[in-house]
């Protein structure tokens, strides 16, 4: 055999798990169940906003099962996600889903919260302070609202299921024999964001504070903060963790973070020179485009709406 061909082998036997590629689907047929970590499993969504094709299965749901039962994080973006995510969850365990934590206020990330709670009427539902305040205040009728107009009342559910306990940065939770770290920097993706470490494996669940190979925080720009996303990956990547759990596209190492981080930092940079040279946001498009060079590959479909609020961020900071 050849020896160049054995070293190959060598070292791809080597590389951590994580470190391996995860399959995206492209349509919900090809979803499935894939192990990232010792008990660890991820649910990759399809690329792309919530429609009837999709069915709002467009996020990542991270679940973590234990002899004691399971933790979900994220339930996904319908009822008939969640029920799909129960079903999946029963090809490695039959035990009881203990604990869902959701990451943000984000419909595709908690309006599977509806088919865990049919299912499993006292579990408990974590989320961030603000988030739950959001949501109670009546943006979870709007979310619901949205996702039946996008993917069909039968398949988005009739009942929105507010988490009802909630959390802040600092926070550890005890689950089913593990411990897990809350990490809220301030406002980033959203106001509520919390970023889920698992130290017994080296682990993050970031939510939407990291997505993989994609433009950050383009969906709703008007829910995040440029150099606050910023500083909650600068965040993501002081801890000891080898595993990311995107909110969005492929499971991966610390190096998946480190994109969307530059993405920011250039983003940020280039709106604030030419902001300081005069130009309005309409006016310097092209040319923040240009600095985004690097990124040239991904969807820049909505850096129009994007640069319009980082406009409006580096304005406020004239004030500050």
């Known amino acids: 055999m050849n020896i160049k061909f054995l070293l190959m082998l060598c070292l791809v036997a080597l590389l951590p798990q994580q470190a391996l590629a995860h399959k995206v689907p492209t349509n919900i047929k090809e979803i499935t169940l894939s192990k990232v970590a010792d008990d ?17 299965f467009i996020s990542n749901s991270g679940i973590v099962v234990t002899d004691e039962g399971i933790v979900i994080v994220d339930t996904g973006g319908s009822l008939k996600y969640g029920e799909m995510l129960l079903k999946k969850i029963s090809e490695v365990s039959d035990k009881p889903v203990i604990a869902v934590i959701n990451t943000h206020l984000h419909g595709d990330h908690w ?41 069909g009342k039968d398949v988005a559910g009739a009942e929105a299921v507010i988490p009802d306990i909630t959390l802040k940065h600092g926070d550890s939770l005890d689950l089913a024999g593990n411990t897990y770290k809350m990490h809220h920097t301030g406002k980033a993706h959203t106001d509520g964001d919390i970023m889920i470490e698992h130290p017994a494996r080296k682990l993050l669940f970031a939510g939407d504070v990291i997505v993989n190979n994609s ?14 996303q910023i500083a909650a990956i600068e965040h993501a990547l002081t801890l000891d963790v080898d595993t990311i759990v995107p909110g969005h596209g492929a499971t991966g ?3 998946i973070a480190e994109a969307p981080l530059e993405y920011l930092k250039v983003l940020h940079s ?12 309409f006016e310097m498009r092209d040319k923040v485009v240009a600095d985004l060079v690097k990124f040239k590959d991904w969807d820049l479909e909505d850096i129009g709406r994007q640069i319009s609020f980082v406009y409006l961020q580096v304005e406020a900071e004239e004030f500050e």
């Open 270 to 281: 280039s709106v604030q020179h030419y902001f300081d040279e005069g130009l309005q946001d």
């Open 253 to 255: 190492g610390r190096e």
């Open 215 to 228: 433009v950050p925080s383009s969906a709703r720009p008007q829910d995040f903060n440029a150099k606050g």
């Open 40 to 56: 660890v499993y991820v649910v990759h969504g399809v690329r792309g906003m919530p429609d009837k094709a999709n069915q709002g």
């Open 111 to 151: 309006l599977g919260n509806a088919a865990i709670r049919k299912a499993y009427p006292k579990v408990k539902i974590y989320a961030h302070e603000k988030t739950v305040s959001r949501l109670k205040a009546g943006e979870a009728d709007t979310w619901m609202d949205m996702f039946a107009t996008s993917i």
